[in-house]
């Protein structure tokens, strides 16, 4: 295992009415809040009324952004943090899903930071002051609510970036599993899809003795697989949505990566291409994408691993020949996000072969892609070729 140092701060209020925790939340760091929020999913649940009444009842004065859009544009975060400076904002709130979450991370950045916010989003480093931020999340997906990631899009430019700080991870967030039962079956199995995929990029690494991480994300990715079913199905189930609620924040805390030796996520920068060019649903890329990456990287290195995931997240029969039980494995996962409803190419999405070498081009600048098998250039686009 390799060192590491634990850190998350997130202090996390869980499950049902958890929301009577809010005021006391924000009180903690001040009573002038940013609320920002996405298209109005928050009010048809009635959260947004529960909310403004509980600023009301504690003197916490408020001002609002909304219209946060899915894949959020780095415009918002300029307007947000204009709003902030106008009013001497204390604490940004986010109500929401990753998006909104994302969104107000980089606005509590960008507060105190003279120049455009895009800079905060291309190089992390200028990231040195923020606003505490505090959110509800309606959406299990990102685990944006309990790490310090940021994805903002620069649609102008077509690039969809990450960037990351201690800064800006939530000090507090809310999460009642009852929020999330008006989310759509198509964003749901998106959801699960993503969560999983956050899963498989830290468990798919060469790293030796990992057993507590290895056996967490199994056991995570076994979650994902019974309940985001059942949600799909049976949206008001509570205990998948509980589930799925506290595997999103646990799939990208750290608590799966920490030890492990991983030199970079794979599938994950491939699909940012892909929305930063064709605004698609991030979790709806990475499915499509995901069976692809596994064929593709299944080799003699790998194939170790990729069995351990087939014998111990899909119960294949351990006696098998290892590439069997690999190949198994990957066609199950692919059979998995279709029987969710995920459309498994990229046709599908309105994605054709025309941008294929920009966007390899782009994802690969830095050198090869990823941890489990590294990928140049050509292999990326291999693999987009594959997903059409
Ligand atoms: O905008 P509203 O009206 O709220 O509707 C949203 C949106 O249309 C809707 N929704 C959210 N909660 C709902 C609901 N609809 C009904 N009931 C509810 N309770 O769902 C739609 C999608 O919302 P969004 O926030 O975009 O989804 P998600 O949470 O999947 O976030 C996706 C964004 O996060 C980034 C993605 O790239 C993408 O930009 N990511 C962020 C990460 C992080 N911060 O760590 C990691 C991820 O890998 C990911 O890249
Ligand atoms: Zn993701």
């Known amino acids: 295992m390799e060192n590491f140092c634990y850190s998350i701060r997130t202090k996390i209020y869980f499950g049902k009415g958890q929301i009577h925790n809010l005021g006391n939340a924000i009180k903690n760091y001040g009573d002038k809040v940013l609320i920002v929020y996405g298209g109005g999913s928050i009010k048809k649940i009635g959260l947004y009324d529960r909310m403004i009444n509980i600023l009301n009842e504690n003197n916490i004065t408020y001002k609002e952004l909304s219209g946060v859009d899915p894949n959020p544009r780095i415009e918002s975060v300029r307007e947000g943090a204009k709003i902030c400076r106008e009013n001497d904002i204390q604490v940004v709130l986010a109500v929401g899903g990753g998006s909104t979450i994302d969104c107000a991370k980089v606005i509590a950045a960008a507060v105190h930071y003279e120049n455009d916010p895009w800079d905060l989003v291309k190089n992390p480093i200028k990231i040195t002051k923020a606003l505490p931020i505090v959110t509800v999340l309606t959406l299990a997906a990102t685990g944006s609510e309990m790490n310090k990631n940021a994805v903002i899009s620069n649609m102008s430019i077509n690039e969809k970036v990450g960037t990351a700080s201690e800064l800006i991870k939530p000090k507090v967030s809310i999460m009642d599993p009852e929020y999330t039962y008006s989310v759509s079956k198509y964003q749901t199995a998106a959801g699960t899809a993503d969560i999983m995929s956050h899963i498989f990029e830290n468990y798919f690494t060469h790293t030796e003795a990992v057993d507590i991480q290895d056996s967490t994300a199994e056991g995570l990715l076994r979650t994902c697989i019974k309940y985001g079913k059942i949600a799909v199905e049976d949206p008001t189930n509570y205990d998948a949505r509980a589930n799925l609620m506290w ?70 029969d351990k006696n098998l020949d290892k590439f069997e039980i690999a190949n198994k494995a990957i066609d199950k996962t692919s059979q998995f996000f279709k029987e969710l409803g995920i459309p498994m190419t990229l046709r599908e999405v309105g994605i054709n072969e025309e941008k294929f070498e920009i966007m390899a081009e782009k994802v690969t600048a830095k050198g090869k892609l990823g941890t489990l098998y590294p990928l140049t250039k050509e292999d990326v686009i291999n693999i987009y070729k594959m997903s059409l």
Do not use: F
């Open 247 to 316: 595997a999103s924040s646990w799939a990208i805390n750290g608590l799966i990566s920490y030890g492990t030796k991983n030199i970079g996520w794979t599938v994950h920068p491939m699909e940012h291409e892909l929305s930063a060019y064709y605004d698609i649903t991030h979790g709806v890329g990475l499915a499509i994408l995901t069976p692809h990456w596994m064929k593709y990287s299944l080799n003699n290195s790998t194939v170790n691993k990729l069995a351990q995931y087939g014998i111990n997240v899909w119960g294949i």
